[in-house]
């Protein structure tokens, strides 16, 4: 029997969780249930996480949890639940699978099916900002290749397992062609392994617009995380509702299942709450722990209360609905129609195929890595390049001449135009005219002299070559 941790949450989870765990009881699935607390109590106890050692050591043990949403208290510094949970247990993929109802749940998109596979640890999340000039304050975008790689084949290994046909990669490489450009890159290698999925890519603002107009052309789509995290939450509300959208974050070891949604405390304690997001999270966890049958046979009841027009509030129109039920109606709704499929409703090629397990990331040799150059960032609240660069010029040392000044990536010196606006903060590269090789102790000699002559430098980032390909992006207009 496998055992599975939950928590009920704060606000509509405690109803929404109790509909969900009768439901997957009724159905046979083979597993019990631990329960932990965590959320608002918590927090309200003291605990800034909003989890407990005990609720950890109940999650690390089982590595599959099933999460109703809770409440994080507003002010006092609470950090978020989900973020320390993703990042804790390693979760890096969040699995959104969004799918129209049609023509039970209103919906422009009626033929949309739609898998969101996102990257979960890396990215702009990584957090790590600093404001560096009065004008200007940075965040820094981290891609690693095993992270771009563990996500993408993660996408492909769905893909397969669950019989889908596509698999789409939206970035921004025509821009960031070192951070998009590595996932990119990435995803046309780990696309050659599966010569039985079609792949494509597409640059992610158009792709947004196809994806927001025409869903039906895309079947699972790989994505890093801010990009994941807006056009999953598109993608879940043209499907009708992102009440109706459950989400798996999947890790090496662990895993977690939720709803979309959050702890809907307006309508908490009433009866009234959808509790189909939670319960589609629970038929993803069901598929992963290898209970497909239930998770099956979970979908397709829960389909034909959907097509009998059985429905909770929040999704019951005139005319198209037929029985307007609360929480626990519906839940018993599902549970008599365990056995039954629906008519027209496809179920969404997730059953009875057991949980998947990526094959290990193979280890790459080592590129050659060459310092070529250095980037010195500056604060300078000069508004002319040309006097930027006379004192920047001052500081050459060694082999090291200054080649470029750019302001906010863009060329202003040598050649810059009057109309390029200029804040106080400067990237001056310097590189040694015949781009020979150079040292640490090359860029020690610029920054001492820096200092003899009060540049005021806020940052340096060294200029690799890897293998004799360049590892650094070249100023806008060079
Ligand atoms: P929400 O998703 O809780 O509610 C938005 C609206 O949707 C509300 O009108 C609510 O009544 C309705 N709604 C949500 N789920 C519903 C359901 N199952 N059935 C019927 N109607 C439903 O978003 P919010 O109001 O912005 O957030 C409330 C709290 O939830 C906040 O404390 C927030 O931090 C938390 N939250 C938690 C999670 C999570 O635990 N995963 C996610 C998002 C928000």
Not at 232 to 258: H, K, Y
Request: aromatic share 8%; charged share 25%.
């Amino acid at each position: 029997m496998k055992k599975v941790t939950v928590a009920h949450g704060d606000g509509i989870g405690p109803e929404i969780m109790d509909a969900t765990l009768r439901i997957i009881k009724a159905s046979g699935a083979n597993v019990e249930f631990d329960e932990i607390k965590i959320g608002e109590k918590v927090y309200l106890d003291g605990n800034t996480s909003g989890i407990t050692t005990e609720a950890w050591n109940s999650i690390r043990e089982n590595k599959v949890f099933l999460k109703a949403p809770i409440t994080t208290p507003q002010g006092g510094g609470y950090k978020s639940l989900n973020v320390t949970m993703r990042k804790s247990l390693g979760l890096y993929s969040n699995v959104r699978p969004c799918v129209s109802l049609h023509p039970f749940v209103q919906t422009k998109h009626p033929k949309m099916d739609v898998v969101i596979v996102r990257e979960n640890e890396e990215d702009l999340y990584a957090g790590i900002e600093h404001q560096q000039t009065d004008d200007v304050v940075q965040c820094l975008k981290l891609i690693s290749r095993p992270g771009s790689e563990k996500i993408i084949r993660y996408a492909f290994e769905y893909a397969r397992h669950y019989g889908r046909k596509k698999v789409t990669c939206f970035s921004k490489d025509n821009i960031m062609k070192q951070t998009d450009g590595l996932f990119h890159k990435v995803f046309d290698e780990v696309a050659k392994e599966y010569s039985d999925i079609e792949n494509e890519h597409w640059i992610v603002d158009i792709g947004a617009a196809k994806l927001a107009d025409t869903p039906e052309a895309f079947d699972v789509i790989v994505m890093q995380n801010l990009y994941g995290d807006i056009l999953s939450d598109v993608a879940a509300q043209i499907t009708g509702s992102v009440g109706l959208a459950g989400s798996s974050n999947i890790g090496e070891t662990s895993a977690m299942f939720e709803a979309i949604h959050g702890s809907a405390p307006d309508i908490a304690g009433k009866n009234i709450a959808n509790p189909s997001g939670l319960l589609r999270g629970a038929i993803l966890m069901l598929n992963h722990i290898g209970e497909g049958e239930a998770a099956s046979k979970i979908e397709k009841a829960w389909f034909k209360t959907i097509e009998d027009g059985t429905h909770t509030p929040d999704i019951y129109r005139e005319g198209s609905s037929t029985k307007k039920v609360g929480t626990k109606e519906f839940a018993d709704a599902v549970i008599a129609n365990l056995g039954q499929a629906p008519k027209t409703l496809i179920v969404s090629n997730t059953g009875g195929k057991g949980a998947f397990k990526l094959p290990k990331l193979k280890q790459r040799p080592l590129a050659k890595k060459v310092l070529v150059g250095v980037d010195v960032f500056v604060d300078d609240t000069d508004k002319d390049p040309e006097e930027v660069a006379k004192r920047l010029k001052a500081i050459e040392a060694n082999d090291l001449e200054l080649l470029m000044i750019t302001n906010r990536g863009v060329k202003v010196w040598p050649n810059g135009f009057d109309e390029t606006y200029c804040t106080n903060h400067w990237r001056c590269r310097f590189m040694p005219k015949d781009n020979s090789a150079i040292g640490k102790a090359d860029i020690l000699a610029v920054l001492t002299n820096a200092l003899k002559v009060n540049v005021d430098v806020i940052k340096t980032e060294n200029l690799y070559e890897f293998d004799g390909k360049t590892g650094y992006s070249l100023g806008q207009g060079q």
